[in-house]
Structure formats: C-alpha cells, structure tokens
C-alpha cells in the first residue's frame, strides 16, 4: 500500500510539472504574440482613401522638395533612397499594378531607375516594412519596424507617411522610441 501511494505521488508530481511547463510556454508565447502585434498596427489616415486596383491614380511627376512637412524635413529623393540623385528635381512615380512602384528620375546626364515592392493598405500604398525581432521575448526582445505609406492627398499631391517604432524589452524594462513623419510632395502639372 505504501509504495503505490509513492507511485501516485511521484506521478503526480510529473504531471505537476509538465503543467507548470505548459502553462509557462503558454504565457511566454502569449506575450510574445501581443507584443509583436502592437507593432503591425496600421500608419497614418490618407487624405483621399484608394481601393485596390487604383494605384495608378498616383502615377505623375512630383518635385523633390516637399512643401510641407510635419517632423523631420527630407527629400522625396531620401525617402526613396534614391543613389545619385544630387541635381535631380523631379521623380516620376509610375504602378504598373498595386504592388509594384516603378521611379524614375534624371540628374540631367544620366536616366535612373528603381522598383519598389509594396501593397495596397488602408487607402494607400504600402512599402519598406521592416520587422527585426533579436533574442527571446520577455527575457531580452529588441525590435525594428519601419513603414512608409504612399496616399493621394487633396490637393492633387501626394502625403508620404514615414512611422518607425523600436523597442527593447529586458524582462520588464521598456525601452521604446517612435517616429512618424509626414511629407507632403505637389504633383508637377502638365
């Protein structure tokens, strides 16, 4: 009689265990899955919202310098990380379909081109999303996220939306930035 009550308390003990596991793996991934999704939250309201299929309505000519700005001031040519772009003034945006914008742009010599990969998100085009999770969540998590948002604006312009979000987390130390920049480019008439 003894040892099977051994037995019944050596197995429950196991068990006991392998709960207390469980459950601990279960709060590690539930708190690693809400804090990855508080960074995919959406960036910006545009002006004029755009349906999937409608990326072209962004298609023109737009001048560098942006005449608005709400944050840091950059060229259009910065925000596209555009190489040789010295004495350019002007970049052509042209979407062949929703997910791919095509720029073009002169330095008066030289004829460059970029294409840019994206999708159509909340009304505008969407692209350079980075996410860079380092290490274990809740123990030691660092992260990276950076969006940029293409909307058609009122005034026949179009409003870049530039959200970057940075974070490290140490058990429960929080150290977090976030940056969200608006640009405001005119769209050259002809």
Known sequence: MKELTS????????????????????ILLTVSFFSCKSVSKSVGNSDVYLYKGQADYLDGTYFVDPYRTNGEYKLLTEIFELENSEHVSKVDLKFK???????????????YKKVIKGKMKNGAFRYEHRFLPIGVPVILFLYNHKVHHIALGNDDDIVITEYEKGALHFFTFITSGKELNRYYFDRQLK
Not at 7 to 26: A, E, G, Q, V, W
Not at 97 to 111: C, Q
């Open 7 to 26: 037995r019944n308390l050596n197995n429950f003990k196991t068990r006991t265990c392998s709960n207390k596991i469980i459950f601990l793996i279960s």
């Open 97 to 111: 379909d929703d997910r791919y914008l095509h720029i073009s742009y002169s330095d008066g010599k030289n004829e």
